[in-house]
T-cell receptor, first 113, second 114 residues
Framework: AQSVTQPDIHITVSEGASLELRCNYSYGATPYLFWYVQSPGQGLQLLLKYFSGDTLVQGIKGFEAEFKRSQSSFNLRKPSVHWSDAAEYFCAVFTGGGNKLTFGTGTQLKVEL | NAGVMQNPRHLVRRRGQEARLRCSPMKGHSHVYWYRQLPEEGLKFMVYLQKENIIDESGMPKERFSAEFPKEGPSILRIQQVVRGDSAAYFC????????????FGPGTRLTVT
């Protein structure tokens, strides 16, 4: 069965520092991968997605992610974090069999000023 | 172009009452998905519906929970005889028929059972 692991529950970075959030997936076929961001009390906003092609994908708000098949990873990165990036980030994989998204447990990002 | 609408945003129910959560998909979207987010957890798939049909309900608890997406009107997630463990955020998402992997989420309904 498919699964998504986000090993870091909480991460704290200083404003202006670089960020990398880890995501590993387990899925037999070629995955469709997503990163979502959830601000407190809000719904989920799609940051970026990977279906095929170039393994480095660009998203909104200056985020990017790199798909590495050999490592079953899809890590999210940002070169310089802003205080407004503080939120919870979810990695997800789409499984075509049931048209469902399988989510990781999320990483809570705190930004220190 | 309005996004996915959910109401109410917050719902408080006493144990044993019924909870009805509504979801209006984005215009033109014919697929609706419900996910549940328990405290300190990620979102878990519950059910996938198309107009008048339940396609996949593998994530729905076997008892007390039901969902529908009628020909007219919003999708409804119904929880009968709520218990404290039902307290969670319930998110609805919708997609176009040809791109089911691009799911747009609503703001969620936060259910509190007292």
């Amino acid at each position: 069965a498919q699964s998504v692991t986000q090993p870091d529950i909480h991460i704290t970075v200083s404003e202006g520092a670089s960020l990398e959030l880890r995501c590993n997936y387990s899925y037999g076929a070629t995955p469709y991968l997503f990163w979502y961001v959830q601000s407190p009390g809000q719904g989920l906003q799609l940051l970026l997605k990977y279906f095929s092609g170039d393994t480095l994908v660009q998203g909104i708000k200056g985020f990017e992610a790199e798909f590495k098949r050999s490592q079953s990873s899809f890590n999210l990165r940002k070169p310089s974090v802003h205080w407004s990036d503080a939120a919870e980030y979810f990695c997800a994989v789409f499984t075509g069999g049931g048209n469902k998204l399988t989510f990781g447990t999320g990483t809570q990002l705190k930004v220190e000023l | 172009n309005a996004g996915v609408m959910q109401n109410p945003r917050h719902l408080v129910r006493r144990r044993g009452q019924e909870a009805r959560l509504r979801c209006s998909p984005m215009k033109g979207h014919s697929h609706v998905y419900w996910y549940r987010q328990l405290p300190e957890e990620g979102l878990k798939f519950m059910v996938y519906l198309q107009k008048e049909n339940i396609i996949d309900e593998s994530g729905m608890p076997k008892e007390r929970f039901s969902a529908e997406f009628p020909k007219e009107g919003p999708s409804i997630l119904r929880i009968q005889q709520v218990v404290r463990g039902d307290s969670a955020a319930y998110f609805c998402a919708s997609s176009l028929d040809r791109v089911p992997y691009e799911q747009y989420f609503g703001p969620g309904t936060r259910l509190t059972v007292t």
